[in-house]
């Protein structure tokens, strides 16, 4: 128990000394506490040359449709990493998502709260160039196996990550 106990001051004494240091306000860094992504300490990378196991962060402003049920936080972004990229495969079968026949995780019909989630339609696709596929790091994540692809034009940066607690 102290062991995490140091590390949580550890991380308080960094998130105030990046506080006034600034950084933190200049959108050069950010902080992680979702469970998408390995909860951490980033650097913002705004190139656009994406691949798959990069880290996007991108709007959800163009999903409000699909992202309109009573579980979801609307108009926020998300953190997620990329899956699929142009020319992909993604399936969906027996309640599982595989990209280019590689299974990747489970999809539920109900969320933690009992919500029902969206499905996709289609149950077979391909990522279209200006497209990516994207998931987070737990099979709760609300993420493409439940939206679809998201727009390239629609990631903000690319994460790169710096200090990670994976064991918090």
Not at 23 to 41: A, D, E
Not at 136 to 143: L, R
Not at 146 to 156: P, R
């Amino acid at each position: 128990m102290k062991k995490y106990k140091k590390k949580y001051l550890i991380l308080l004494i960094f998130l105030i000394t990046l506080n006034i240091l600034g950084i933190y306000t200049r959108k050069s860094f950010v902080i992680n506490i979702s469970s998408s992504i390995p909860i951490g300490i980033y650097k913002v990378d705004k190139s656009t040359d994406f691949k798959r196991g990069d880290i996007v962060t991108f709007s959800t402003k163009r999903y409000k449709d699909i992202l309109d049920y009573p579980g979801n936080i609307k108009n926020i972004t998300f953190s997620k990493y990329i899956a699929g990229i142009s020319g992909d495969y993604i399936r969906i079968e027996n309640n599982k998502i595989y990209v280019n026949n590689k299974e990747k995780g489970n999809i539920f019909k109900v969320d933690g709260l009992n919500n029902k989630l969206p499905q996709l339609k289609e149950k077979e696709y391909i990522v279209k160039e200006d497209e990516v596929f994207v998931l987070g790091t737990n099979d709760k994540s609300f993420d493409s196996r439940y939206y679809g692809c998201i727009k390239k034009s629609d990631v903000i940066y690319k994460l790169v990550p710096l200090i990670i607690w994976e064991d918090i």
